[in-house]
């Protein structure tokens, strides 16, 4: 009788391609695409759109990660927007308002024209980064439980990667 399997058919020799086997520095994109935090969020959308990205880091002048922003928080911040540009108005057509509030206590209901929020106004300060030898389940269970797009991997604590939803894709795609 012919024995038709072939060696890389047998488990024991078969490449581990798991994700358990995989590390992040494997997938990653060593290209970090990063914004300011003194953006304007109109530069903050110009950004993302030309570079055809969902979201990205923030970091300081001096590189330190600050947080990250995405889209997500942009259409956020302009739905809160609406609904306090609502109170406002509703507000401003109170006939005693000046006569009970100094003009200092009166800008507290102004609200922000969007030229002036910046990005640290509306990015998330809370990062989800990995070292870079770290498995990719590891990645892939961070983004499952915490419900995001995107995790940074660090080298000796300095931003090195970028690893989103799609590359893990790409990766289980290609296996």
Same mark, same amino acid.
């Given at each position: ?48 759109? =030309?570079?055809? $990205? @969902?979201?990205?880091? *923030?970091?300081s002048d001096e590189g330190? +990660? ?5 889209? &997500? ?11 306090e540009t609502q109170m ?8 005693d308002l000046a006569y009970?509030?100094? =003009?200092?206590? $009166? @800008?507290?209901?102004? *609200? ?5 929020? +910046? ?5 998330? &300060? ?33 931003? @090195? ?9 790409? +990766?289980?795609?290609?296996?």
């Open positions: 009788m012919k024995n038709n399997d072939s060696k890389k058919d047998r488990p024991a020799e078969r490449e581990d391609v798991t994700l358990s086997a995989r590390t992040a520095r494997e997938v990653m994109n060593p290209v970090v695409l990063s914004v300011n935090a003194e953006w304007p969020i109109e530069q903050l959308a110009e950004f993302l759109v =030309e570079h055809s $990205i @969902s979201g990205a880091p *923030v970091v330190e +990660l600050l947080g990250v922003v995405s889209l &997500t928080d942009i259409v956020r911040q302009d739905t809160l927007k609406s609904r406002y108005a509703h507000d401003c057509y109170i006939y009970n509030f100094a =003009e200092e206590e $009166i @800008s507290v209901f102004r *609200v922000k024209e969007a030229s002036e929020i +910046l990005v640290r106004d509306i990015m998330t &300060t809370v990062v989800f980064s990995v070292d870079e030898d770290c498995s990719l389940r590891t990645v892939a269970d961070m983004m499952v439980r915490g419900r995001i797009h995107r995790v940074f991997a660090t080298r000796n604590g300095q931003l @090195s990667g970028i690893i989103t939803s799609l590359d893990i894709l790409k +990766l289980l795609r290609d296996m």
